[in-house]
């Protein structure tokens, strides 16, 4: 979640927000610390520490945070089975802040920060009870180091048809930066998520030229010629953690072929992905295709980070 962005919207539309964050965890837990939810004045959020009943009693603390006004931060340390009836057996400490437009000032720089990928962001109580945070290196006067911010994982996926739009869609929510490319320009839907950027490319494979190393490629368009193209680049520069594309079997048996004929080396072929998404997903529709290529590209980015 970029936390200051839904933080600055929420004020800019409502007047107030108000931040939960998970300060410190221990034992079981169900979710890590550094976790955080934006709520907004008129009750709705986006994020979560956990759900179940932490997750009630931390939302209706900021509620009536937001309902007393800009204030100081309050703090609560809960030990989830005693105290909640959670399974979990841990113990958490939780914090709410509040703000309104006068720290509009203030989160600017954070949310500009924020855009350009993960960062940290050094943090001091205050005397009024406020957490004061600035961008910089070196801690001063007892402040510590907050992580906002989370690497996305970028994904290059070619095809704007029924598969390419649920695809953006159900990534979303994820930690991906989609490049959608198409040649097709009016394709394309008017509004897309906000990690996605448009692409209306005369020539969609070269894209990858510029392309992260690392990023994973996906081709789900209009034309077979055009997936062919695309995996054959991506295979050909052998630099992408992930090459998949849309189609059966037989499919797959048949640009193997063209592959070979076209020089590409075996160990090369042998990494595309294809049928994509997870065997266990079944259903032809755009929707759950989506659901369990999802599914997939998650497991392949956790398996790059152990």
Known sequence: METFRRLIEAIEAEGAAALITLA?????????????????ASGGFYGTIGGGELEHQALEEARAALA??????????????????QCCGGRVVWRVETFDRRDLADLAPLGAAEREGPFVALARLGEDGRVARRLG?????????????????????FGAGHVGRALVLTLAPLPFAVRWIDPRRDEFPQLAPANVTLVAAADPPAELKAAPDGAFVLAITHSHALDLAVVAEALRQDRFAYVGMIGSATKRARFVSQLRAAGIAEARIARLVCPIGLAGIVGKEPAVIALAVAAQLLMARGALAT
């Open 24 to 40: 410190e965890t221990a034992g079981s837990a169900p979710r890590e610390a550094g976790a955080r939810m934006v709520v907004r």
């Open 68 to 85: 007393a006004g800009r204030g100081a931060a309050r703090r609560r340390s809960v030990a989830l089975g005693p105290e909640l009836g």
């Open 137 to 157: 290196d070196a801690p001063e006067n007892g402040e510590r180091s907050e992580a906002f911010g989370e690497a996305a994982t970028p994904v290059y996926l």
